[in-house]
């Protein structure tokens, strides 16, 4: 009786060891959430801060220059145009 | 940069160069142009679109133009590479569960009638689909209807993308959020793209700069409607048929192709963390993705933070 219990508790002590093992091993290599950096915060509130994209130009229409394309083209005060993703 | 906004594909496209200005006009002339009439090639909306056709020829071989071909060609492709979570054969589901009409006259109705009687039932997969490459000719199986959508617009962005670069020497389009980047805008070292809250569309959760590339987002918040009771959205995932139940609301993808973002991001929202780990293991050379979850942390790999530059 006493062989058993000294075995049940070897056993007991060995499966909890490698549980834990095995479970710090799991979230050691899983997904990690990307926490937003200081730097993150700080560009966004830039962004935040700048003017809505319909704010730039107001449909100047350089269409007119001797060809059929008239649909109004605007110009964006940044040397990169403000894109945006999101999915349609 | 001068900027020209049009709306085709049922989204809102933007078109974007810097250069001559008589000579962008030209450009963006050409760029839309393009844009058009491949719309009218690809759209499942139009009964003459070279898509219905080929829909109505399943069972009997077709004979494709290039364009269509080679999209069909890449869509098989990528099936292969999400194992299924990308599957353009998924139109007789979105029609169940709604999605039958274009989203601006869905947007407009009240509810979509909800066919309870109609379940997801058996069908053929797509790698059954025969492409005849020396002749051009596409065999469906019977019964089978393809929605090209997404795929079709990153494509369809990025060769007019190509076309416009023709006409200046650094341009971007966007169509919906889907964007191809040439050349970089003088002064630039990168181009800065706005990541929209998908819960708050209206505010930009963060900023990526990226190097010329496809970049393109998918989102579960975007294209929903109301069927009789039930909230729907357009992801079906391929393995239900029914819109993807899914951990994340958004994925941004960045890769060297728009339409390889556009179906990584698709195939990403819909398996979520798990699968997203699986397919990152087997094609994550490809791309790098960035996604959002309920409660807006955002998630990824730390290579994908560097390379994508999250500032």
């Given at each position: 009786m006493k062989i058993i219990k000294t075995a049940l508790h070897y056993w007991f002590a060995i499966v909890s060891v490698l549980s834990f093992l095995v479970g710090w091993g799991m979230l050691a290599h899983s997904l990690k959430p990307i926490q937003p950096t200081q730097a993150t915060r700080v560009n966004s509130a830039l962004l935040a801060a700048l003017p809505p994209i319909q704010a730039f130009g107001s449909g100047s229409g350089i269409g007119g220059s001797g060809n059929n394309f008239s649909a109004p083209m605007n110009q964006s005060n940044f040397g990169s145009p403000f894109l945006r993703s999101g999915g349609s | 940069m001068e900027t020209h906004r049009f709306r085709?594909?049922?989204?809102?496209?933007?078109?974007?160069?810097?250069?001559?200005?008589?000579?962008?006009?030209?450009?963006?002339?050409?760029?839309?142009?393009?844009?058009?009439?491949?719309?009218?090639?690809?759209?499942?909306?139009?009964?003459?679109?070279?898509?219905?056709?080929?829909?109505?020829?399943?069972?009997?071989?077709?004979?494709?133009?290039?364009?269509?071909?080679?999209?069909?060609?890449?869509?098989?492709?990528?099936?292969?590479?999400?194992?299924?979570?990308?599957?353009?054969?998924?139109?007789?589901?979105?029609?169940?569960?709604?999605?039958?009409?274009?989203?601006?006259?869905?947007?407009?109705?009240?509810?979509?009638?909800?066919?309870?009687?109609?379940?997801?039932?058996?069908?053929?997969?797509?790698?059954?689909?025969?492409?005849?490459?020396?002749?051009?000719?596409?065999?469906?199986?019977?019964?089978?209807?393809?929605?090209?959508?997404?795929?079709?617009?990153?494509?369809?962005?990025?060769?007019?993308?190509?076309?416009?670069?023709?006409?200046?020497?650094?341009?971007?389009?966007?169509?919906?959020?889907?964007?191809f980047l040439v050349g970089l805008p003088d002064g630039e070292e990168q181009w800065a793209v706005a990541i929209e809250d998908p819960l708050q569309p209206e505010i930009d959760l963060t900023t990526i700069k990226v190097d010329p590339s496809g970049v393109a987002t998918s989102a579960v918040t975007k294209r929903v409607w109301k069927q009789g009771e039930k909230q729907r959205?357009?992801?079906?995932?391929?393995?239900?048929?029914?819109?993807?139940?899914t951990d994340w609301l958004s994925v941004t993808v960045i890769a060297a192709h728009t339409y390889e973002a556009e179906v990584f991001a698709k195939a990403l929202l819909i398996g979520g963390p798990q699968e997203s780990e699986e397919i990152t293991r087997k094609?994550?050379?490809?791309?790098?993705?960035?996604?959002?979850?309920?409660?807006?942390?955002?998630?990824?790999?730390?290579?994908t933070l560097e390379y994508i530059h999250v500032h």
């Open positions: - | 085709a594909m049922n989204t809102d496209v933007l078109l974007a160069a810097q250069g001559i200005p008589a000579r962008i006009v030209e450009g963006f002339e050409k760029a839309q142009q393009f844009i058009q009439a491949s719309e009218g090639r690809f759209s499942r909306f139009s009964e003459q679109s070279e898509l219905s056709e080929l829909n109505r020829s399943a069972g009997s071989p077709f004979q494709a133009s290039p364009d269509l071909f080679a999209v069909i060609t890449l869509a098989q492709r990528f099936f292969h590479q999400t194992r299924g979570l990308f599957d353009p054969s998924i139109l007789q589901d979105l029609r169940r569960v709604g999605y039958d009409r274009s989203m601006d006259l869905l947007r407009k109705q009240v509810a979509a009638p909800l066919f309870e009687s109609l379940l997801a039932g058996e069908r053929a997969s797509f790698s059954e689909v025969d492409l005849d490459e020396r002749r051009g000719m596409i065999l469906l199986p019977p019964g089978m209807a393809l929605d090209l959508g997404g795929i079709a617009k990153g494509w369809i962005a990025e060769q007019a993308a190509n076309l416009l670069s023709e006409f200046s020497s650094a341009c971007a389009v966007n169509a919906g959020g889907d964007m959205h357009h992801l079906i995932d391929p393995r239900t048929g029914e819109p993807a139940l094609c994550g050379s490809q791309f790098s993705y960035l996604a959002v979850d309920r409660d807006r942390k955002i998630w990824g790999t730390q290579d």
